[in-house]
């Protein structure tokens, strides 16, 4: 029964999702564009010299600006405007819990950004000669960190953003240290050590982590347990925040 009705709610929100062309255009062509767009500016000496190839490190960036853009950004704005429009507000009228509208609302992007994630695995297999992953066990919980994680930061945010067109400025400080901390920019193995430590502890780092060791096969027991334990511990930080603070009533 609850999967009835958040299969409902999911086909209708994916509807609503299609009619927003910026959304769409967002969440579908940034992450394919910008990793390359990076190439450039990475130096592919010091990747060789921790055993990662240029192509490896595109195609996690390519995965993690899907869990920025195709999931992240585009839910704050969904979770706002579906607020403000006082559909949430209706939704918890019927028999829908708190739990099955906010899901069920994430349903569409986090279905888009698992696609896209598989996409460009398979892309990136061919056209950037990465071969396949070494270890392909790490890559399924790195993929539901980085939607999970994304999806309920997204909540959160949209708790303190009052307008659609706000959601643009509240999501800008996680997309930015995420890009430049999380090693979707530049990998944290070529940062510093002190600096790496720090980084390897924000919200998406665990599923980057995971998804390059996937490829990899570099990722030791110890450091896969840190990052699974790490994406746990944001996870319930993070149902724990919105349960307290999510906002289902239009902020006037």
């Given at each position: 029964?609850?999967?009835?009705?958040?299969?409902?709610?999911?086909?209708?929100?994916?509807?609503?999702?299609?009619?927003?062309?910026?959304?769409?255009?967002?969440?579908?062509?940034?992450?394919?564009?910008?990793?390359?767009?990076?190439?450039?500016?990475?130096?592919?000496?010091?990747?060789?010299?921790?055993?990662?190839?240029?192509?490896?490190?595109?195609?996690?960036?390519?995965?993690?600006?899907?869990?920025?853009?195709?999931?992240?950004?585009?839910?704050?704005?969904?979770?706002?405007?579906?607020?403000?429009?006082?559909?949430?507000?209706?939704?918890?009228?019927?028999?829908?819990?708190?739990?099955?509208?906010?899901?069920?609302?994430?349903?569409?992007?986090?279905?888009?950004?698992?696609?896209?994630?598989?996409?460009?695995?398979?892309?990136?297999?061919?056209?950037?000669?990465?071969?396949?992953?070494?270890?392909?066990?790490?890559?399924?919980?790195g993929l539901l960190a980085g939607l999970v994680v994304g999806a309920g930061l997204a909540a959160l945010t949209a708790s303190f953003t009052r307008t659609v067109e706000s959601g643009q400025v509240t999501a800008l400080p996680l997309v930015f240290v995420s890009m430049l901390g999380s090693g979707i920019t530049f990998p944290t193995e070529v940062m510093p050590k002190g600096l790496a430590s720090v980084c390897d502890l924000l919200p998406l780092s665990p599923a980057i982590r995971l998804v390059r060791g996937g490829w990899t096969g570099q990722l030791s027991v110890h450091d896969t347990l840190g990052a699974l334990a790490t994406a746990l511990a944001w996870t319930i930080l993070a149902v724990f925040a919105v349960r307290r603070w999510f906002r289902w009533e239009p902020r006037r």
């Open positions: 029964m609850a999967g009835r009705r958040l299969g409902a709610l999911g086909r209708a929100e994916l509807a609503l999702l299609g009619r927003n062309r910026g959304v769409v255009f967002t969440a579908l062509f940034v992450p394919l564009v910008l990793p390359f767009s990076l190439r450039p500016a990475l130096d592919q000496a010091a990747l060789k010299k921790q055993g990662l190839s240029l192509g490896t490190t595109t195609l996690t960036a390519a995965i993690g600006f899907t869990f920025l853009f195709a999931v992240y950004t585009s839910l704050v704005n969904t979770y706002v405007a579906r607020r403000e429009e006082l559909v949430l507000k209706r939704l918890r009228t019927g028999e829908l819990s708190d739990a099955e509208i906010l899901t069920g609302s994430a349903l569409p992007a986090v279905g888009i950004g698992l696609a896209q994630a598989l996409l460009l695995c398979a892309g990136c297999a061919v056209l950037l000669h990465t071969g396949a992953p070494r270890a392909p066990y790490l890559l399924l919980p």
